[in-house]
C-alpha cells in the first residue's frame, strides 16, 4: 500500500514558476514508477510526466516538453514536479501517481495503482 500527498501548488502569473512535491508513504517508493496527471475543469484527466522507478527515464507530454521538470528522491519517498514558464492552460488539478508494473505504459492513468489527492494550480493570464 502507497499513500501519496501531493504540496506546492497556488496561484502564479504566466511566466512563473512552481514546484509540486509528492510525498509517498511505504517502504517500495523506489520500487514504483511515478506519474503526474492534470485536469481541468470539464476536461479529461491527461498526462502530464513520469520517471521510471530508478530516475533514468522521463517521459513528458508535448504541451510540457521544455517546460516541466519530473524528478524523484528515492531516499525521501518524493517525486517532483518543477514547472517552468507557467500557461493559463496549464491550470488543472495535479496528481502524481505511483504504478507497480516496473515496465508500464506512464501514459495511461488506468495504468497507475495508487493516487493523490491532487493539489491546485491557476495560472493567470
Known amino acids: 500500500q502507497v499513500q501519496l500527498v501531493e504540496s506546492g501548488g497556488g496561484l502564479v502569473q504566466a511566466g512563473g514558476s512552481l514546484r509540486l512535491s509528492c510525498a509517498a508513504s511505504?517502504?517500495?517508493?523506489?520500487?514504483?514508477?511515478m506519474g503526474w496527471f492534470r485536469q481541468a475543469p470539464g476536461k479529461e484527466r491527461e498526462f502530464v510526466a513520469a520517471?521510471?522507478?530508478?530516475?533514468?527515464?522521463?517521459y513528458y507530454a508535448e504541451p510540457v516538453k521544455g517546460r516541466f521538470t519530473i524528478s524523484r528522491n528515492n531516499l525521501q519517498n518524493t517525486v517532483y514536479l518543477q514547472m517552468n514558464s507557467l500557461k493559463p492552460e496549464d491550470t488543472a488539478v495535479y496528481y502524481c501517481?505511483?504504478?507497480?508494473?516496473?515496465?508500464?505504459?506512464?501514459?495511461?492513468?488506468?495504468?497507475?495503482?495508487?493516487w493523490g489527492q491532487g493539489t491546485q494550480v491557476t495560472v493567470s493570464s
Open positions: 501517481a505511483a504504478d507497480s508494473d516496473p515496465d508500464p505504459d506512464y501514459i495511461l492513468a488506468h495504468e497507475y495503482d495508487y
Open positions: 511505504g517502504r517500495t517508493f523506489s520500487s514504483y514508477a
Open positions: 520517471i521510471s522507478w530508478s530516475g533514468v527515464n522521463t
